[in-house]
């Protein structure tokens, strides 16, 4: 009997479910580097890197753990391209009794997969991926049995699962959220640290290469390429995080600073994501910080509620909504993506700053994703499919299973609600409480019309008369629309000329970079 166990790129975890109890002598580990998952949408050049890179690695692991692993490289002549191609491949030359695959993070991976059994005649035995906290099933039981899906009570179920946290069925200092102790400004005088870099070593340096020639005209920089590439490196990274900026985590959680990139973030999400690391030993390694006095426990659980709330949440989430979720377009947008998403060439600072954050390392942080690219594009209604093949083209940790919610149910409202209650929108005045930008910025936060207003307002109330109908009922809305209802007839006029003046000015984005 030989077993063909596929791992793909996002499944490079020595614990995968399906190596536990495989046996080493009858299997044979394929692992596939194909065009076709670099160029569905036309991925950011360093997260190309970064998933090859990691792969070679996670192969070399392998052999020397005894395993046989059959490794198709992107630059074999006789490489097909695709993974079904690809094990087609592997089952002329293994003759397998079965292939088992653990479930994929996409669910267009898994229409491809669910087709090999008929088209090889050859048993394909899915398994469920363990590595997340909450099962997709379990997930769906906790979503049948209410209403609503309010987060925070998912998350509360994750914590007396895990005992993250806990004192016995209590969560620790009496409360289950701290955030009311977070969301500070930034302020002058604070140190920001880097998140560990690491040297490319010689498969880095190949793969950057090979990146380089076939993706040149992909979005992005490759250069100073320094993420962790395998899973030593990313608990090194973890520890780095846990000492130098999980203590001020909480505090500047939704802070921007210009020319800061990372802030206190961790930037653990590609580890994450890739399998290096495991939700559990990240939160688990927060939680000690805390336990240890080395960290406040507004940090170390508002924290610990992204990893094993937010992105537990979005997971089971993205598995019960999908497929019908990819085509929602619940508010109706229209508009092409701008140009200036590609470019980063706009006046406006914020945008300006998240933008080349993005090219330069395939990274910004949660509020640059969610209230100023996300927010901005919602707000001048943009089609929200454009605005989901952006961030899943330009994020180093973008898989559909993470992006999807995030952009289309978080951040443009285009699910109906069903992620997010309310829409997250604001105008220039929120950006202005939590970043330095509009100090620094050509256009004038505190002007609401006008050619040097920042755009930000007049789109805000446009989006609100816009969607009227839509949110006047919503009651965590209605002190906006007290406030529009105040405003004199010919205040709401100009706020509308205004914003769709600034429209009119923007470039939409040439066919061709996504894909
Ligand atoms: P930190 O701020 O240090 O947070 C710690 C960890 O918590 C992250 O590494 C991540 O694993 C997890 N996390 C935090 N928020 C979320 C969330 N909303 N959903 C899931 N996990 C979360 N995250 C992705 O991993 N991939 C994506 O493609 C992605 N797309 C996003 C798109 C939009 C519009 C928005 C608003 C958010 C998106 N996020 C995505 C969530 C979040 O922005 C990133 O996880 C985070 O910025 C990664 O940086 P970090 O590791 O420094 O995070
Ligand atoms: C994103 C990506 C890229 C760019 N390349 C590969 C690859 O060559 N081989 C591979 O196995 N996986 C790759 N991936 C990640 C896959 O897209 C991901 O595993 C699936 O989408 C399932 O989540
Ligand atoms: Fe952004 Fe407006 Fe502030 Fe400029 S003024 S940085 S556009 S919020």
Redesign the pocket.
Known sequence: MTLIIPVLGDQLSHDLAVLRDADRADTVILMMEVMEEATYVRHHKRKIALILSAMRHFAEELKSAGWSVDYARLDDPNNSGGFTGEIARAIDRHKPTAIRIVEPGEWRVKVMIDTWAEKFGVPVDIVPDDRFICGILEFQSWAQARNDLVMEFFYREMRRKTGLLMDGDKPKGGQWNFDKENRKPPKRGLNYPEPMHFQPDDVTQEVLALVEERFGRHFGRLDKFALPINAGQARRALRHFITTALPSFGAY?DAMVTGQD?LY?????PA??LGLLTPLEVAQAAANAYAEGAAPLNAAEG?IR??IG??EY?RGYYWMEMPDVAVMNTLKATRPLPEFYWTGETDMLCLAEAIRNTRDHAYA??IQ??MVL?NFAMLAGVRPHDVADW?LVV?A???EW??LP??LG??QHADGGRLATKPYAGGGSYIDRMSDHCRLCRYDVKQKVGADACPFNALYWDFLARHERRFRQNHRMSNMYANWDRMKPEVREAYLASAAEFLDTIKEAADGWAK
Do not use: T
């Open positions: 959680q990372w973030h961790s930037w653990l999400s994450l994501n924290f992204q990893i937010w992105r979005v942080h949660h994703r969610l996300g961030f994020y940790d973008a898989y993470v992006e995030n952009v978080m951040s």
